[in-house]
């Protein structure tokens, strides 16, 4: 279920009042749109598009791609064909360009139909491309894939040559686009050697336009020498470099709803496995939230091992035990019982504890946590500039 709330903003806990949903998601439309404006000045004079594969990083292909649309932003990126014919349908009519970065994973026709622009890695796809009827009209555009040096998807930036020899590439692509491996770490070799590489492999296609930055890139000043930059994490407000701090505005809250709270005594312990034991008198809120929503059972807290936290008013609570499916429990002794009866719900996303925060305590990156988002939480979309 999803609801529209257009002056709340995320400084502000979700109320609970008329949902049934054990924890509340909500998305911040005009923080989206003020991050893709700071991407597209960081960017001059290359164009902006949006990658908003993953169900637009967690946040909802339709309620992001629109408000990108508004702000200006008229090229996409998915991951899959599914996700480009949401994005297609969501515009309704609205001219735009949207790229299926996995490349042609179905018939050329259902490209073709849904005006959607495969990003062509491999041979034998754009032997299947070329191979394509297309009746009184202009050949069908692509975007051609080359691997610098990720080795993931693309073609071999020493095959390209030889490829273009042999009259593999037909027509030319409209895009020609590469991936940096380490651009989060701009001081990384790799990153130049990509560079080289891929502007002497655009010898080969003069004059079809370039894209080879993302979110990173993008902040570390590299797609100001390319046609097309393509960011994706900053644009929901997650960390894209590695040092320094985040300019993005969060974009994501997640309010978890108080179910319980517990004293427990000295010596008595929580959850699972009773890996977590209090060392005094204790009150233990526990949430409708776990890692079947997205909140990662690496979170979990024990006797030795440090875990999540969640916040209240901006006070940081950390974890108590073991994150289960459905439910966590936290530690707010510290909390005025007054306070936790107001709010009934701790924030385990949001301004005091970002994506960020939450994936450097779980060993991993703010990409898995927002893409990672329950489908059931109840969604709560606001615009902060509406």
Known sequence: MAETAPTAGLDAAASFDGVNAGAILTIDLGAIRRNYRHLCKEALPSRTAAVVKANAYGCGIEAVVPALYKEGCRTFFTALPDEAVRVRKTLDGLAAEIYVLDGLLGAPADYVDSHLRPVIGDPYQMAVWNAHPVIDQPPAPYALHLDTGMSRLGIRHDALPGLRAKGV??????????????????????????????????????????????????????????DLARPGIAL???????????????????DARI???????????????????????????????GYADGYLRHLSQSDTTRGGMAAILGKQVPA???????????????????????????????????A?????????????????????????????EN
């Open 320 to 354: 108590a035990g073991r994150v289960s499916m459905d439910l966590t429990a936290f530690d707010v002794t510290d909390v005025e019982p007054g306070v936790l009866d107001a709010t009934g719900a701790l924030e385990i996303i949001g301004p005091t504890i970002t």
């Open 259 to 289: 179910l319980q709270v517990r004293t427990v005594e000295p010596g008595e312990t929580v959850g699972y496995g009773a890996t977590w034991t209090a060392k005094s008198e204790r009150r233990i809120a526990i949430v409708a939230a």
């Open 356 to 384: 960020d925060d939450i994936a450097d305590r779980a060993g991993t990156i703010g990409y898995e946590i927002l893409t990672g988002l329950s489908a059931r939480y109840h969604h709560r979309i606001i615009d902060t």
């Open 169 to 226: 590439f037909s027509e030319p692509p409209a895009l020609l686009i590469t991936h940096m491996a380490c651009a989060d770490d701009p001081a990384h070799p790799l990153n130049r050697v990509q560079i080289n590489r891929f502007n002497k492999l655009h010898q080969h296609f003069l004059g079809v336009p370039t894209s080879l930055a993302n979110s990173a890139a993008v902040l570390a000043g590299v797609a100001k020498t390319y």
């Open 236 to 254: 929901y407000g997650g960390r894209a470099l590695i040092d320094g701090d985040n300019p993005m505005e969060p974009v994501v809250r997640v």
